[in-house]
């Protein structure tokens, strides 16, 4: 198998998920001698019952499967895994969370976009991340 260049990104409760090859992962070791060398189980293999047994190495994110995947490699999905925690990132820093959202959606490829919560929850867990880091939340004015 080749190596595939792998993106880094932080799931949803605070941990490191790599996107590389249309599969999502999350690490399941780190080499003790070396932290930029990752054993990598499918997110699919989280799920129980396992729908996934596929596995992967790291090194310096250039990802190389061990183990084949039981389910075909979805790029939109992975796509839209990172461009969800972009989204929700620049959530904590903007003033105006509707219009970053909106911004970003026009940005978005109707394929990734099926792969996304709904506008509407989207915009909830952009305030739910800024109340969460204590963040006022600006008043409409009228």
């Given at each position: 198998?080749?190596?595939?260049?792998?993106?880094?990104?932080?799931?949803?409760?605070?941990?490191?998920?790599?996107?590389?090859?249309?599969?999502?992962?999350?690490?399941?070791?780190?080499?003790?001698?070396?932290?930029?060398?990752m054993?990598?189980?499918?997110e699919k293999?989280?799920?129980r019952?396992?729908?996934?047994?596929?596995?992967?190495?790291?090194?310096?994110l250039?990802v190389?499967i061990?183990?084949?995947?039981q389910?075909?490699?979805?790029?939109?999905?992975?796509?839209?895994?990172?461009?969800?925690?972009?989204?929700?990132?620049?959530?904590?820093?903007?003033?105006n969370?509707?219009?970053?959202?909106?911004?970003?959606?026009?940005?978005?490829?109707d394929?990734?976009?099926?792969?996304l919560?709904?506008?509407?929850?989207?915009?909830?867990?952009?305030?739910?991340?800024r109340t969460?880091?204590?963040?006022?939340?600006?008043?409409?004015?009228?």
């Amino acid at each position: 198998m080749e190596a595939v260049q792998g993106v880094e990104f932080k799931s949803e409760r605070g941990g490191i998920k790599i996107a590389a090859g249309g599969f999502v992962y999350n690490i399941d070791r780190r080499s003790k001698t070396d932290p930029n060398i990752m054993t990598l189980r499918c997110e699919k293999n989280c799920l129980r019952p396992a729908e996934c047994k596929g596995r992967s190495k790291s090194v310096n994110l250039m990802v190389t499967i061990t183990v084949q995947h039981q389910h075909s490699p979805n790029h939109e999905y992975a796509q839209a895994q990172i461009l969800k925690r972009e989204l929700y990132n620049k959530a904590e820093s903007s003033a105006n969370n509707r219009q970053t959202k909106d911004a970003f959606l026009e940005k978005i490829s109707d394929g990734i976009l099926q792969y996304l919560p709904s506008e509407e929850a989207i915009f909830r867990s952009m305030q739910r991340q800024r109340t969460k880091n204590n963040e006022p939340i600006p008043t409409p004015k009228d």
